[in-house]
């Protein structure tokens, strides 16, 4: 058939942990734990099942469980969306992601993000008929230039995709981003999708700065989070998305197509764990900090220049000293002939990208990063 995505081939996630397998490589490219989440988690869902919460959940999701992430929110924001008609649960953001920019993008509507920008989002804008105008942001702080953002929206300007703390380049948004943010796009009839996924991974001295705690942008905002990241459990695929009543009316109707409703006992076992254990989210900082504050160390002997890490458990290396390689083929050789899988920045942009940089995760076991920057210090 004709294609509708020409351009695309299968994501970088899976093209990674694919050549990662196949050459036995310590897998640090496509972002996920190799440790278990809590066991009071994995207690709760069997406990669900056998209680025989096996049928679909309600289509917007489990009530125990939009009521704790109402909860979680006013704690953490300033502001109780309803749990009734602001919050959605999505499978995985990913879902989040597609059914929100599906519900808001109409043919010929720009819709402006910032490269290197995670790879979900522009096939999502393409499917729709939008046109994706990409701000390239620049390593090492990769912040916006709001001059520049300005020059780039247009009354087809239907929405604005931001992501903090930021996948791939690990640096977070300010509240002054916000401001800005709000400035330029007051006068206009546009909409934010805030993806915040890693919310609680953030190291920066005044914590994640969501768009939900800003009075005026969360009312045109659909703010993405998603427990698998929170709880170590990516392979769940819950999450969910928080915004206004109208708003999340329009997301409901792609979201009841797609997959109409989430996993039920997951939803109820992760509505018990926010609830009994909120000191896990609380505490997700200093957990990850400490992992990324020993790779960090364990690399410093090493050739890579290790950039910046504010947020996320992601980790960004210039290999300028090391190889002139592309990034792209130098991650397959690293995966090959060091047995390191990372992830190649320059698939995240739209302009031809010309630093040398890759990406390492880092949600790992001590005994995983030591091996891995063993093997990285020698190259
Ligand atoms: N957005 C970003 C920035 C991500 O890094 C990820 C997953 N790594 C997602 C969305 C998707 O999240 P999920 O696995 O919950 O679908
Ligand atoms: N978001 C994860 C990452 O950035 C991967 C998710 C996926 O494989 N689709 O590595």
């Known amino acids: ?44 869902l069997a406990f669900h099942v056998a209680n025989g ?3 679909y959940a309600p289509m917007t999701g489990v009530q125990a469980l939009r009521e704790a992430i109402a909860d979680k929110t006013a704690g953490l924001y300033g502001h109780k969306p309803d ?15 597609y059914a929100a920019i599906t519900a808001l993008v109409r043919p010929g509507d720009e819709v402006i993000c910032f490269d290197p920008s995670y790879d979900s989002y522009a096939p999502a804008v393409t499917l729709s008929g939008g046109v994706l105008k990409r701000i390239a942001l ?70 994640h700065a969501s768009v939900l705690a800003h009075p005026q942008l969360r009312e045109r905002a659909v703010a993405v989070s998603s427990f698998g990241k929170t709880f170590h459990m990516t392979g769940w695929k819950v999450g969910y998305c928080v915004a206004p009543a109208a708003l999340s009316a329009e997301l409901r109707k792609v979201h009841q197509y797609l997959t109409f409703a989430v996993n039920t006992p997951a939803q109820l ?6 609830r009994a254990q ?8 200093d957990f990850y900090r400490a992992r990324r504050d020993r790779f960090v160390q364990a690399l410093a002997d090493s050739r890579f220049e290790i950039l910046p890490c ?34 190649p920045l320059s698939v995240f942009c739209a302009d031809p990208f010309p630093h040398k940089l890759i990406r390492l995760c880092f949600a790992k076991q001590e005994a995983t990063l030591d091996a891995a920057a063993e093997r990285l210090c020698k190259v």
């Open 278 to 285: 909120p000191e896990h989210y609380r505490e997700l900082p």
């Open 83 to 97: 749990a009734n008609t602001d919050i959605t649960v999505t499978a995985g953001a990913t879902e989040a992601l």
């Open 1 to 44: 058939p004709e294609s509708k995505l020409p351009a695309l081939g299968t994501t970088i996630f899976t093209q990674m942990s694919q050549l990662a397998q196949q050459h036995q490589a310590i897998n640090l490219s496509q972002g996920f734990p190799d440790f278990d989440g809590p066991r009071y988690l994995q207690e709760r």
């Open 53 to 55: 919460a096996n049928q």
């Open 269 to 274: 076992a992760i509505a018990d764990m926010l």
């Open 138 to 207: 620049q390593p090492p702080f990769f912040r916006v230039d709001w001059e520049e953002f300005a020059t780039l929206l247009s009354p087809r300007t239907r929405l604005v995709i931001l992501n903090t703390p930021h996948n791939p380049s690990a640096t977070v948004w300010r509240k002054s981003d916000y401001a800005a943010l709000w400035q330029a796009i007051k006068q206009h009839e546009v909409y934010v999708l805030s993806d915040e996924v890693y919310e609680h991974i953030c190291f920066a001295e005044e914590g």
């Open 310 to 343: 504010e947020g996320t458990y992601f980790l960004l290396a210039d290999y300028s000293a090391i190889s002139d390689l592309d990034d792209v083929s130098f991650c397959q050789w690293l995966t090959k002939e060091v047995g390191v899988a990372a992830i």
